[in-house]
């Protein structure tokens, strides 16, 4: 069944990217309705690569400033939660928990670094997409950026591990007087065939 136009609406034709944002503070049980969302989405044998830092404390917030680029500081700072979505390169090592039916999975990439990085990044990013959306339908708003110093932000939040940033997200409920006009989108003929 098809959502509604309402609910199409919220998730994608009127979904904007904002960067200013509504003193509304984001609860810890939202984040966690997040996550209870995003996880179902799909990904290779159910690999599920992302993990997630959801930034939101000042002091946290400030452990991440000195990586942003100068252009997405203040949009960050401001926002009530920033999400790190990022990677594990050892994701493989709980397929055999994830992927029960073909104990076997873990091989296809232990020890493989290009289908390590190929299946990671492909499917943490996915899962980022994921987090987007299923943010919208939550009713927040999103501001993905990649406008950041990755090795910075892995320093900071995930030294010691073998988890990698890939994008941030600031998610809150946006300021939308704030927002410009937006951008034009593709036409369906000029970017999709059916054959
Ligand atoms: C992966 C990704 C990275 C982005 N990086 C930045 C960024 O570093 N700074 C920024 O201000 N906007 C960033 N954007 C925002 C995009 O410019 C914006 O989502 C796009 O223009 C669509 O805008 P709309 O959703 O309002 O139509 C990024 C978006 C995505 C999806």
């Known amino acids: 069944m098809a959502l509604n136009d309402d609910a199409l609406a919220q998730i994608f034709t009127k979904a904007r990217t904002h960067t ?91 020890g493989k670094p290009e289908a390590i990085q190929t299946g990671g990044f492909r499917n943490g990013t996915l899962q980022g997409a994921y987090l987007i959306i299923a943010a919208r339908a939550l009713g927040l708003d999103c501001g993905p950026m990649s406008g950041f110093n990755n090795a910075l932000v892995d320093a900071e939040f995930f030294a010691g591990t073998e988890v990698r940033s890939n994008f941030l997200v600031n998610l809150g409920y946006g300021d939308a007087s704030k927002l410009h006009p937006r951008g034009p989108r593709f036409d369906f003929d000029e970017v999709c065939k059916i054959a």
């Not at 609860?27 to 309705?33: C, F, G, I, P, R």
């Not at 991440?64 to 050892?90: E, F, R, S």
């Open 20 to 110: 200013a944002w509504q003193d509304k503070a984001v609860s810890d049980e939202t984040l966690k309705q997040l996550f209870e969302l995003l996880k179902w989405g799909p990904t290779s044998a159910n690999c599920s690569p992302a993990r997630f830092v959801f930034v939101k404390s000042p002091a946290a917030k400030e452990r991440l400033k000195p990586a942003l680029d100068q252009g997405n500081v203040n949009k960050t700072m401001a926002a009530p939660v920033t999400a790190i979505v990022a990677w594990d390169y050892a994701f493989y090592e709980h397929m055999p928990r994830l992927f029960p039916h073909d104990q076997s999975a873990r091989s296809w990439f232990a």
